[in-house]
């Protein structure tokens, strides 16, 4: 690529010690070596390994650190702090797309659905939270990614045993109402939906986790994804909206069901998505004539904005 030099010293930033570490190194691989092939100036840079004050003498920052210390604002912080431009949504975008609680509370009060929920401990009074919810719920880890500690829950004597589970990624855990129905992932690039993608997971696995996210290949993608045009543009539509509210920009991914009645429900957003053979903005950039290289280097265009 011709007119690479204009990026100058770009450090990729992947691996670090969130839980989805193991990811976060298969995607910032990828990007580094699509970076490299295109023929920008493009170094590995793992925050667990280095302090980041090295990251002086960087003229950009492509961000591929999944989940906490990357994805929640923290690392966006140090950038800022250092002016160095960086890909992706801003630091207080960042901290409430990482929050599932704050980002529902900003979704329903910008009048967006979103399933409705409960903060949970082991000493909740359970019984009332299946009255307000029904069951099954999902537990979920509130400052977790990747489907991290997880689990669906059909019978209220496995609610404490889930519980306990997701406390071990997280102090702060929630109770979701399970919604029955088709899932969908938007993905965004320069802040406008891509086309949609249905997730059909083989019959054997409860949801959407992370062995089907990463270690399987037999999780469908449907692209087109099934819905109507009609339908397709409200959810791309509601999508945005969602996006923008919390405050995400450039490039990411919002998580959708639509229910048996047709309803959409959103579920979260992912301000540093995938860039793994398994991801999803991949395959939703490729449906609209991105090869990967060419989505790595649009992606890290975006940074040129911000350090005009």
């Not at 919810?133 to 990747?146: R, T």
Request: charged share 20%; glycine share 10%; aromatic share 8%.
């Amino acid at each position: 690529m011709s007119n690479a030099a204009k990026f100058g010293k770009v450090a990729v930033l992947f691996g670090g010690k969130s839980a989805e570490r193991a990811v976060s190194l298969d995607s910032g691989q990828a990007v580094l070596e699509a970076l490299l092939r295109s023929g920008v100036q493009a170094e590995a840079f793992d925050p667990q390994d280095r302090s980041v004050t090295e990251l002086v003498g960087y003229d950009r920052a492509f961000i591929v650190l999944h989940g906490r210390g990357g994805e929640d604002g923290q690392i966006q912080g140090v950038l800022e702090w250092l002016n160095i431009p960086y890909t992706g949504t801003g630091v207080q975008g960042s901290a409430i797309g990482m929050d599932k609680v704050k980002t529902k509370q900003i979704w329903q009060g910008s009048d967006l659905p979103t399933a409705p929920y409960r903060i949970v401990t082991k000493d909740s009074d359970l019984d009332a939270v299946i009255a307000d919810l029904g069951l099954p719920v999902i537990i979920k880890p509130v400052h977790e990614g990747s489907s991290v500690g997880m689990s669906k829950v059909e019978k209220a004597e496995d609610f404490a045993n889930a519980i306990e589970k997701a406390t071990q990624h997280d102090a702060v855990v929630m109770a979701e109402k399970w919604i029955t129905g088709r899932e969908f992932t938007i993905s965004f690039l320069n802040g406008q939906p891509l086309p949609v993608i249905r997730l059909q997971p083989p019959a054997d696995v409860a949801f959407y986790d992370y062995e089907a996210k990463y270690q399987r290949d037999d999780v469908q993608y449907g692209i087109p994804c099934g819905l109507s045009e009609a339908e397709e543009k409200s959810l791309q539509a509601l999508c945005l909206r969602a996006f923008q509210a919390v405050g995400a920009e450039g490039w990411g991914r919002i998580d959708a069901m639509q229910d048996q009645d047709g309803n959409f429900w959103l579920l979260e957003v992912n301000t540093v998505p995938g860039m793994t053979s398994h991801s999803l903005v991949p395959k939703a950039a490729q449906a609209v004539g991105y090869g990967f290289d060419q989505l790595c280097v649009a992606i890290l265009e975006q940074t040129l904005a911000k350090s005009a």
